[in-house]
Antibody
Framework: EVQLVESGGGLVQPGRSLRLSCAAS????????MHWVRQAPGKGLEWVSD????????GYADSVKGRFTISRDNAKNSLYLQMNSLRAEDTALYYC????????????WGQGTMVTVSS | DIQMTQSPSSLSASVRDRVTITCRAS??????LNWYQQKPGKAPKLLIY???SLQSQVPSRFSGSGSGTDFTLTISSLQPEDFATYYC?????????FGQGTKLEIK
């Protein structure tokens, strides 16, 4: 079964750090770019970051640039998001998503992991 | 950044109705436009990619059209399971922005 499972969310104080993980299974992980997308409570979807299949190229939303770092370990079929200097506005459900390739959209999504930034 | 604007933001319709949701990009994006469906408490689901290609296992009552800056998602005959929120997304250039969403409710 094709699956993405996120973990690592939780309650964290402003200014602190958190690392999210996404475990992939059921497909050839290192064939595809991967993404993080977040959704604040009751709000819409916001693309956060992406990484190429081999990890050589990354992109970030302006709202997280310089604070968040995306990475992957193809040997472990895993995607990561290191989040530093967290702010209240980073509170959201964080999804990892698989890129279809050929700029065809995100075809597989995890169930999400909740990050709450609050003192 | 490319801004994606959906209309309407909400819509009430009945089962078997034909429904159209529009999405406008702030600059041309070719056909790099995707549509997602999201139900409460669930992850988004890809419906349409590359503006008009139907994702595998998505019912044929869903269709997409458009190119450049103006796009539409059409549901030809609404079914009870289609009541959800729909998002467009451009993947022409990062940041891959989403529209604000269209909430489709039962009339």
């Amino acid at each position: 079964e094709v699956q993405l499972v996120e973990s690592g969310g939780g309650l964290v104080q402003p200014g602190r750090s958190l690392r999210l993980s996404c475990a992939a299974s059921g497909f050839i992980f290192d064939d595809y770019a991967m993404h993080w997308v977040r959704q604040a409570p009751g709000k819409g979807l916001e693309w956060v970051s992406d990484i190429s299949w081999n990890g050589d190229n990354m992109g970030y939303a302006d709202s997280v640039k310089g604070r968040f770092t995306i990475s992957r370990d193809n040997a472990k079929n895993s995607l990561y998001l290191q989040m530093n200097s967290l702010r209240a506005e980073d509170t959201a459900l964080y999804y990892c998503a698989k890129d279809m390739g050929n700029s065809y959209g995100f075809d597989i999504w995890g169930q999400g992991t909740m990050v709450t930034v609050s003192s | 950044d490319i801004q994606m604007t959906q209309s309407p933001s909400s819509l009430s319709a009945s089962v078997r109705d034909r429904v159209t949701i529009t999405c406008r990009a702030s600059q041309t994006i070719g056909s790099y436009l995707n549509w997602y469906q999201q139900k409460p408490g669930k992850a988004p689901k890809l419906l349409i990619y590359a503006a008009s290609s139907l994702q595998s296992q998505v019912p044929s009552r869903f269709s997409g059209s458009g190119s450049g800056t103006d796009f539409t998602l059409t549901i030809s005959s609404l079914q009870p399971e289609d009541f959800a929120t729909y998002y467009c997304q451009q993947n022409y250039i990062t940041p891959y922005t989403f529209g604000q969403g269209t909430k489709l409710e039962i009339k």
